[in-house]
């Protein structure tokens, strides 16, 4: 009688030591705290049927979350000199488009920006080199894959981080195709800015 007590006790304790790790809560791997690169890309292992990706097909890294991330980030530095440009304008011109007789409206839009358009362009073009030199960001949310892609919704590896990707281990022939990357990037912002400046001289000659 002894020896079965034991035993039933045993075995009780051991049941409730296993009710115990399996009321404990499980801590999911591969979750990753970042809520915008969890929104604009999903998670691969634990991916709800209610995300992006799997509305819209794909893994989320794609070519396509790509672009909305460089949007959103880059909205803040057109914004900010967008502002500064706007504010840099007299009131007179506001006020005198007032005077004669036009609304709140079109004094903003066809007096306003249009005495504003230079900043407003600048800040365009800051905003696009910006988005051209972004790396780290798109190398968690692009896929990072060496490819042409056939579509929006899949990966890609963009110049940027094909150099921040393989300069660390890259010689030869190699290490002088990376650097000739760079020297491709230069000229696209480089372009840019002159066809800025261009349209800058053009609209100052017509008025």
Not at 12 to 37: F, I
Not at 191 to 205: G, M, P, Q, W, Y
Request: charged share 15%; proline share 4%; net charge positive.
């Amino acid at each position: 009688m002894n020896n079965g007590t034991a035993w039933s006790r045993q075995a009780s304790s051991a049941a409730l030591l296993g009710e115990k790790e399996t009321r404990q809560p499980v801590h999911r791997q591969g979750r990753p705290n970042n809520w915008g690169v969890l929104v604009c890309r999903g998670n691969r292992r634990h991916v709800d049927e209610t995300a992006p990706c799997r509305l819209f097909g794909g893994t989320g890294s794609s070519m396509l979350a790509a672009c909305i991330l460089l949007g959103i980030m880059i909205l803040p530095t057109i914004i900010g000199v967008t502002e500064s440009a706007v504010r840099s304008v007299p009131e007179s011109y506001y006020e005198g488009s007032l005077a004669l007789g036009a609304t709140k409206e079109r004094s903003i839009f066809f007096v306003m920006l249009p005495a504003a358009k230079s900043g407003i362009l600048a800040g365009v073009v800051l905003g696009i080199g910006r988005a051209i030199g972004e790396t780290m960001a798109v190398i968690m949310v692009a896929g990072n894959q060496p490819r042409m892609p056939k579509g929006l919704l899949q990966g890609v590896r963009t110049m940027t981080a094909n150099i921040v990707t393989e300069m660390g281990y890259a010689s030869g022939l190699h290490r002088e195709a990376l650097i000739a990357t760079g020297v491709v990037l230069f000229v696209f912002i480089l372009i840019i800015n002159l066809s800025l400046s261009l349209l800058n001289r053009r609209a100052e000659n017509a008025n």
